[in-house]
């Protein structure tokens, strides 16, 4: 039996009472020999998970050995107490929040009322504070446990980084803090006064606890016929029974009787007074009630003036028989005010690409008329010429007829015999060769001149052709111009229409076709095309100018055309920056929409900035100022570049509880978000707390 005994406590091993018998086995015979020989055994780790746990010892039918039952059943304790927990003290907060909690409510009555009252006050708002700052230690150290142990085993599977070695670290140290706030309950609850904080006995504690609820908790109960029993609900059944009948026993029933008066007659002053502070707030209540229904009478008959009003004004308005009417009439309105601001719009654009073609009509008339002046010129300069030629011609006829007048009288001189025959055909021949020559002469004069009036007539049907051009466009002008004189007198109808001449730039939206980003790349492609044809153009434009001193003509016709194809390139670069214009206003008012979001989202202003380093790296730098913020120097700034952000130091970073709070969140957990979201909470407590 000594090395049984032995056995167990080397094995640390707990052998429970048996509750209901001595023994487990016996002979069954006249010499009775009878032993504990059936039994549990178990260690105490298993007793701390089941500290109510009890040996009972059944019935034997069926053999000479008695059953043995473990129960480990819980309990019933009933409603847990209210009781101060010491963990509570080490919380930084404890003292302003008792201080806040006792100057809250006021109570009235006499000073052992009002002290009952503030500390039941007071009980509810720690028990709500406990609930919300601690919440349950076990729970949160199994889920502790399980973080820490999924890091290891991550760890062992392939290791951690920095960011997960800091968690760990982290998640250890709440462990610490937890299991220090438990040590500290459980020394309470052990009731043990010598043990220090810090020095790691909750174990001792957990055994303390239990043994002192075993000792104090009723397992069996002798009823007034003998029977013992192990119900709870019936022991509680029978303390309830003695103890009532206890104390409404005959013999104290007088006493009793004088302590319920004296009580009831203390109760009824309470009562009373409480009554009488509650008629005085009651009459302070229908005093300010009844100077509020004064004012309610007043904003009620100001109410009826205006609703006596809307009733006169809807009368006033045509389609409106009820009050269910207006909003579809104001709908309605609200339709013909977009359609005509839509119109309105749409003539103004379309007045705008008349007023370009009328333009572009001006500089064809003015070239036009270019073009005719210099036909007429060239149409004088030919006239010129073809006098000269005429009188080219008549000259030489005249001297062709002074020549065969010259050859007749010769031929007659011959035929008289007069002169020597060698001299004479000599001069004959000098005459014949000179007239042939002048006879060459006549032709090739006959020639141009017959081709210079060719180059007339063709001049004088261009320069019809010409001015039917210019007929043309004259015309079109005009056309122009009535179409125009009809669209602004059509705007002004619409304005009047719009709002009877009060246009406000602030209430009037004017509604625009939104195009999609690729369209506003291809639009600002298309420009960059343009710009780069048009500089091609004016080098163009540049040498035909060049070339305009060597030929007239030429370098008119290119410059025509070069004209009306410079007018299209210009109406299409217009028409492409006044879209881009419209694009950068819709930009500019989503990125301010964006901000204004980011601002009511996340708390913080944020404001851009760029520059370059000294070496010519860009750097994008961003500042943020909190809502909550309590002056203009609370900012933070931080430093982009190249994927990584990096704050900066500043005034305000090096403050010592925002420097503690970057060396946690930004040094150690690699947490901007986090540093950011913790600033934002105490800020706000800061500011409604204060």
Known sequence: MRLFNKFLQDTNLRDPNLLNAEFTWSNLREEAVCCKLDRFFYSSDWEELFPNARQKALARVTSD?????????????????????????????????????????????????????????????????????????????????????????????????????????????????LVFKEEVSWRQRAKVQWAREGDG???????????????????????????????????????????????????????????????????????????????????????????????????????????????LMTKDIPGISCCDDIPVKFGALQKEVIDSTKKEGEATARLKQLEVALDAALIGKQNAETEAELMREKLEVTKSGVNRIELMVSMVTEERDKLRNDINEFKRAKSDGVGDEATSRSLLQELESSLAKKEGYIKELDCALFEQKQVNSSQHEEIKSLNDRLKTEARKVKSLEREGDQLRSEISLLESKLGHGDFSAANTKVLRMVNTLTVDNEAKQTIEALRTELQKTKEKLQAVEELKSQSGEAGRLVDSDISGKIVQLKEQIATLEKREERYKTVFADRISVFRRACCELFGYKIVMDEHQRPNGIPVTCFTLQSIYAQSDDEKLEFEYESGTTNILANDYTSQREISQQVEIFIRKLNSIPAFTANLTVESFNRRTLS
Not at 77 to 91: E, I
Not at 204 to 223: C, P, Q
Request: glycine share 6%; with cysteine.
């Open 201 to 311: 006995n909750t174990r001792l504690f957990h055994k303390i606890v239990n043994g002192r609820r075993k000792r104090n908790s009723i397992e069996k109960l002798e009823l007034e016929g003998g029977v013992i029993t192990e119900d709870q609900e019936a022991i509680e059944q029978e303390l309830v029974n003695f103890f009532t009948k206890l104390y409404s026993s005959n013999m104290e029933e007088a006493e009793v009787r004088a302590a319920r008066k004296l009580k009831s007659s203390h109760e009824d002053v309470n009562l009373l007074k409480e009554k009488l502070l509650e008629e005085k707030g009651r009459r302070e209540r229908a005093e300010s009630e009844l100077s509020k229904l004064q004012e309610f009478h007043t904003s009620m008959k100001k109410l009826e003036d205006e609703l006596t009003s809307w009733k």
């Open 65 to 177: 050995h008695c059953p043995v039952e473990l129960d480990t059943t819980k309990l019933k304790w009933g409603p847990c107490p209210f009781r101060f927990d010491n963990s509570w003290l080490n919380h930084p907060d404890l003292k302003e929040k008792f201080k806040e909690w006792w100057k809250h409510e006021e109570f009235q009555g006499w000073e052992g009322f009002k002290l009952m009252k503030k500390l039941k006050f007071i009980k509810e708002k720690v028990k709500h504070w406990s609930k919300e700052e601690f919440g349950d230690l076990g729970k949160t150290k199994e889920e502790l446990e399980a973080k820490v142990k999924g890091l290891d085993l991550e760890e062992g599977r392939g290791g951690l980084d920095d960011t997960k070695r800091r968690e760990r670290e982290t998640l250890l140290l709440q462990f610490e803090g």
